[in-house]
């Protein structure tokens, strides 16, 4: 069957992409194509999988994170090229800090080699699969050309395509509460563009799920708004949220974390938007996955009730797939060691978007999911009388913050430590600058598949990397700043 509003891909119809042209990724130009294949396509599951939820009594869904930065090379910062933080590193693999890096391009190829070896031993693996646009970029940049052709083979292949889901994000790995609204379509559509580009559309078309950077989700209620908006408008049917980034709509700690929950975003106007979301439970993420503890949790689980039927829960997490000596050492034997000892029975990995079209083909969909919201949504909404208007949320979160000096509303993520926004005012000020440049010069007119196009579109997206802040002051924001500089250069050059 195809889902409502969807229509069969014919991928004759679909241009061929040029991933690397003039030295740039291909991040725009195909926005009619890249609209219609994410709208199109089959059930990614149903009909491949070989699980049903009477003989499941419990799943567990693992997630792989990858990313690398791009970066500036060593020199003067005004003339220095861009290049993918993995070939800085390899370039210096000789240096203390540095010298894991061929242990990182390993790890981008290994579920290559770990999905088919199981597949052959008729076992049935699973993985999620989340690579930022910034990796695919700096991987072809670089000349591993040959890590890509491996995940290809992985995601073309009839009999791996039930057991990898690949995961959609931002393209320049943007933390959404410190990003300019208005980019993060920009973001969205180029990670579709590049993926098309180094995948295929097919592969495209199944793309259903995303993974938000850092685990960050916005709780202001109007970005929060806005994403949820975003994401539905760019095909996303659901997303990845931390554990501690929401609550329940009474504002208690999260209850049920092991079956889809509804996020519900409300803006300051009264307009709701809504999204399935799949919980990420709290812990030291790449240790759990390292080590496959969604497996015991999972094991630990019995069936539940949902809309009347007799569901399994799902135990969800995601890791880094390359940082630390777990996931570098431990996670290769732990996932064969894991997948080899499971059937099709009792408890068993599934994908996402596998777990929720079974469900749905159950007759259990979105609405039948309990409703979430972010964080101090509550709070606000219990202090806003009388209809929900700006002016009224404004005065609400405003005493909100004057009752609690730690009422936060830049949202949360991975970890509740971090903030994307405190102290790097030197950073965001000239990202701002050039966004609303961008948007004001380049919106209206502009040619979008020609290289001045892309070049400043680039340059925008990369100066957005959570990266930039996440490593504190120092070299990192140096780079953020000086692409911000040759950024402005590029829209003012390419403007109409």
């Not at 994410?38 to 149903?46: D, E, F, I, M, N």
């Not at 732990?334 to 068993?348: C, D, I, K, M, P």
Request: charged letters at 25%.
């Amino acid at each position: 069957m195809l889902w409502q509003g969807q229509a069969r891909m014919t991928p004759t119809t679909f241009p061929r992409l040029t991933e690397l042209e003039d030295g740039l990724p291909c991040i725009s130009g195909s926005e009619a194509a890249v609209e219609a294949a994410t709208r199109g396509g089959r059930p990614v599951a149903l009909g491949r999988t070989p699980f049903s939820l009477e003989r499941v009594d419990a799943a567990f869904a693992v997630a792989l994170h990858m990313h690398q930065p791009l970066v500036l090379e060593d020199g003067p910062l005004e003339t220095a090229p861009v290049v993918g933080n993995l070939e800085y590193m390899m370039r210096r693999s000789h240096v203390h800090g540095m010298h894991d890096a061929p242990v990182f391009a390993r790890c981008y190829e290994r579920m290559a080699t770990l999905v088919p070896e199981l597949v052959a031993a008729g076992r049935h693996p699973r993985v999620m699969l989340d690579y930022s646009g910034e990796l695919l970029f700096g991987l072809r940049q670089m000349g591993r050309g040959d890590i890509l052709d491996s995940l290809r083979r992985l995601t073309e292949d009839a009999r791996y395509v039930p057991c990898v889901e690949w995961l959609g994000t931002l393209w320049g790995h943007a933390v959404v509460s410190s990003t300019p609204g208005r980019d993060l379509g920009l973001h969205l559509r180029a990670w579709q563009h590049h993926f098309a580009a180094v995948l295929g559309w097919e592969a495209l078309g199944r793309v259903r799920g995303f993974s938000p950077p850092e685990m960050q989700l916005p709780n202001h209620p109007d970005v929060c708004f806005a994403y949820v908006t975003a994401l539905r408008a760019h095909g996303y049917r659901w997303l990845l949220v931390q554990e501690h980034t929401v609550e329940e709509l009474d504002g208690r700690a999260l209850g049920e974390r092991h079956l889809p929950r509804r996020l519900v975003a409300r803006s300051s106007r009264g307009e709701e938007a809504s999204i399935t979301a799949l919980v990420k439970t709290q812990g030291s993420d790449t240790k759990l996955v390292g080590q496959m503890q969604p497996l015991g949790e999972a094991r630990s689980l019995s069936p539940r009730s949902l809309a009347g039927q007799r569901v399994p829960p799902l135990v969800t997490q995601i890791a880094d797939g390359e940082n630390g000596g777990v996931m570098m050492n431990e996670f290769p034997d732990a996932y064969r060691q894991a997948f080899g000892a499971l059937s099709t029975e009792g408890v068993v990995g599934m994908n996402g978007m596998e777990y929720l079209e079974l469900l749905e083909a159950a007759g259990i969909d979105e609405g039948d999911f309990a409703p979430i919201e972010p964080r101090h949504q509550h709070a606000i909404w219990q202090r806003v009388a009388g209809d929900v208007t700006p002016e009224r949320v404004a005065g609400a979160i405003e005493t909100l913050r004057r009752e609690n000096p730690g009422f936060d509303l830049g949202g949360g993520s991975w970890t509740a430590e971090s903030s994307w926004v405190r102290g790097y005012g030197d950073v965001l000020d000239p990202m701002n600058e050039l966004s609303a440049r961008f948007h004001a010069k380049l919106d209206a007119g502009a040619e979008r598949s020609s290289r001045a196009y892309r070049a400043a579109l680039f340059h925008l997206l990369a100066t957005e990397t959570s990266c930039y802040r996440y490593w504190g002051q120092g070299r990192f924001t140096d780079y953020a700043r000086e692409l911000c500089r040759r950024g402005r250069a590029l829209v003012d050059a390419a403007a109409p």
